[in-house]
């Protein structure tokens, strides 16, 4: 499939000497890696050259407070401001159609591709942001890239890439009742390391992957980066199709009969050659959460911390305030947060809803709900779903990337602890000292009813 | 970008594995809108500084020892994480030039050869003893893409040819894609 994808899109294919110049379907932008890469096509007095391919949204940045995300007050993060005030001039200036604060599809840019049914399959995706591979769920080629590479694409609507090596990562059985897609994909990390996937694309194959839902497809896909390969990828079948069928950007018509025949060829052919091949059985999985500072450092909720490790290891459990042999359930819990382009679309917002139905956040934990995008938000307060989170006393916020990369205010407190449904744990992710335990929505919403670690499957 | 053909220093050497984006440049600094002034604050911020912002004198960038260095020494995986390029543009305005590990993450890798900061990526014993060895001088030549250790020893890395010429020459990609202008047409008519 990635050969695929790759042949379709070589306007100049490699040679020993350059790489391919290779052709981006689809660029999805944002307010904090263009900055530069507009300022450097300014400077060079260049254009979008395809503006019908390039999209815009603010959220990383952009507050999830109402007051301030709809004007009311003014930004707090001064900073934060100006930056968003300086994407608005500058899709404006370029002619790139922007998602602005006030706008009804705006959300994480990893969540509106899928959701308007702009992301579609066998095409080329890049964002400035890592967890681009999220748009691989629907068999497309999507990586992240860096602001100089934002400013290429920008101007030339190519990259200059070398093709990375095909890695099948194969997942037998089907998860167990209780036991998430976040399980599945924080168990691959865990298994291979968080640089294992180096060089490599990651394509997801057999029974697990073939029963998971979109939306659970994607963050599987969406964390692919956490094991260091640039993308991940599922190959489309009929859950695909019929995700997309209907979307306001998807093909209409007979131009969606045409998209069809074209992505049904997608599929790797029987018998294709992979660098390598990852094998997990699903079946044998359990809620899973990380007890370090990489997503690599995960165990099941029933385990315990390794006795022994590096002087990474030592370091990484002295900054969790962790011991070794520690057991992970029924430690205490400061802050939870739900959202984020790993887990912030319904099906999770739904997942964490079941847990805290009728019941009330523990006192002394704050819990942060944050859909995705303005559409899930729409979806879920349709399903009163926001009535069971504010009624358990969790904040209900607008849609951004919030609390998980903390740059709009919602951090975490030093020494404090969150279970959070993002994607990273690194030292510092959600605020200045702040320790992240990453987990499923199901298990981050047992976490705060019980303000412990707890098992999900013992509440709904 | 300036050309790049020969580094020659003193190391500094951070051994942990999985050094990530989110370490060379926390989160915080990116509503920044310009690639310039990251080297002073923003790098390793909560590594080099308490607290209450005072340089915390146990870490390896506060020693006398590692100032005027170019050649960062770092574990395994270094770069992984976000696409940020500002952790390059940090890298780079706090004047480092080089960082030797025995793996860097892609899209950081990919960041630092387009801002002239060589990923020089060699195998683990060699490695392993830069990293007992703080502070030796090194020398990387680009064109022969060889790092040369105090001891006469010499050490192959790979740079694809493309990087190679460019971070040779101090050129930018762009320059290049822009000249391809037919060609991108082209594509895109017989693709429409």
Redesign the interface.
């Known amino acids: 499939m990635l050969d695929k994808i790759w042949r379709d899109h070589e306007v100049v294919p490699e040679s020993q000497d350059t790489p391919a110049v290779l052709y981006i379907d689809l660029h999805l932008t944002h307010e904090v890696t263009t900055p530069q890469a507009f300022a450097a096509l300014r400077s060079g007095g260049l254009k979008v050259r395809r503006t019908d391919r390039t999209i815009g949204t603010l959220d990383h940045s952009s507050p999830t407070d109402p007051a301030q995300a709809f004007g009311r007050v003014p930004i707090a993060i001064e900073s934060a401001g100006r930056q968003m005030a300086e994407f608005e001039r500058n899709c404006r200036e370029f002619g790139v159609e922007l998602l602005d604060m006030k706008h009804a599809d705006r959300g994480i840019v990893h969540v509106i591709g899928p959701e308007l049914g702009l992301t579609q399959p066998g095409n080329t995706i890049v964002c400035g942001d890592s967890h681009t591979s999220t748009h691989g769920a629907f068999g497309a080629l999507a990586f992240g890239i860096g602001t100089t590479e934002v400013g290429h694409v920008l101007a030339t609507q190519c990259l200059l890439q070398r093709k990375p090596r095909p890695v099948a990562v194969n997942i037998s059985g089907r998860l167990p009742p209780g036991v998430g897609a976040k399980d599945l994909i924080l168990a691959i990390i865990g298994k291979i390391g968080v640089g294992g996937g180096t060089g490599c694309v990651f394509e997801y194959r057999g029974e697990g992957v073939r029963a998971l839902s979109m939306e659970e497809r994607m963050t599987v896909c969406n964390m692919s980066i956490e094991a260091g390969a640039r993308a991940g990828m599922v190959a489309p079948d009929d859950a695909t199709f019929s995700y997309l069928a209907d979307r306001p950007r998807s093909p209409q018509g007979d131009a969606w009969d045409k998209a069809l025949a074209r992505w049904r060829k997608l599929p790797s052919d029987a018998g294709a050659a992979f660098d390598r091949e990852i094998d997990i059985d699903a079946s044998t999985l359990e809620p899973m959460i990380t007890y370090g500072t990489n997503p690599g450092m995960v165990l099941p909720l029933s385990g315990r911390i390794p006795a022994h490790g590096d002087t990474a290891f030592r370091k990484a459990i002295d900054y969790m305030g962790f011991a070794p042999g520690d057991a992970i359930k029924g430690k205490p819990v400061d802050v939870v947060f739900i959202g984020s382009c790993t887990n912030g679309r319904l099906s999770d917002l739904r997942s964490a809803a079941r847990v805290l139905k009728g019941r009330r956040v523990a006192s002394g934990v704050r819990m942060l709900v944050v859909p995705g995008s303005q559409g899930v938000k729409r979806l879920a307060e349709s399903e009163g779903l926001d009535r069971i989170f504010t009624a358990a006393g969790a904040e209900w916020r607008e849609p951004g990337c919030s609390m998980c990369i903390g740059m709009n205010g919602d951090t975490v407190a030093r020494g404090k602890y969150s279970v959070s449904t993002s994607n990273r744990n690194f030292e510092g992710r959600q605020g200045a000292g702040a320790r992240t335990l990453l987990a499923s929505p199901a298990t981050a919403a047992a976490a705060a009813v019980n303000g412990r670690i707890s098992d999900p499957r013992e509440l709904v | 970008m300036e050309p790049l053909r020969q580094i020659r220093s003193r190391t500094v050497v951070m ?4 050094i ?1 984006t ?2 060379i440049v ?3 600094f ?6 310039s002034g990251l080297g002073a604050s923003a790098l390793f911020a ?1 590594w080099r500084f308490d ?1 209450a912002g005072k340089p915390r004198l146990d870490f390896v960038l506060n020693q006398p020892a590692a100032a005027g260095c170019r050649v960062l020494v770092a ?3 270094f770069g ?6 500002h952790a ?1 543009w940090a890298l780079v305005d706090y004047g480092f030039q080089a960082v030797v590990s025995t ?5 950081f890798r ?2 630092a050869l ?2 002239g900061l060589l990923p020089v990526v060699i195998d683990p014993t060699s490695h392993a003893w830069l990293i007992e060895h703080p502070g030796v001088e090194i020398t990387i030549d680009v064109e022969a893409r060889r790092l040369a250790l105090p001891d006469g020893r010499s050490v192959d890395f790979p740079l ?3 990087a190679r ?1 460019c971070l040779l020459n101090g050129v930018d ?2 320059g ?3 000249k ?2 037919d ?2 047409a082209a ?2 008519r017989s ?1 429409a």
């Open positions: 051994a942990s594995n999985n990530d989110d370490q926390p989160a915080r990116l509503t920044t809108t310009t690639r909560d607290a574990g395994r995986n992984c994480g976000s696409s940020r390029e390059p793996e860097i993450a892609d899209i990919s960041n387009k801002n694809e040819a493309f010429y990609e762009l290049f894609l822009l391809q202008t060609r991108i594509f895109e693709h």
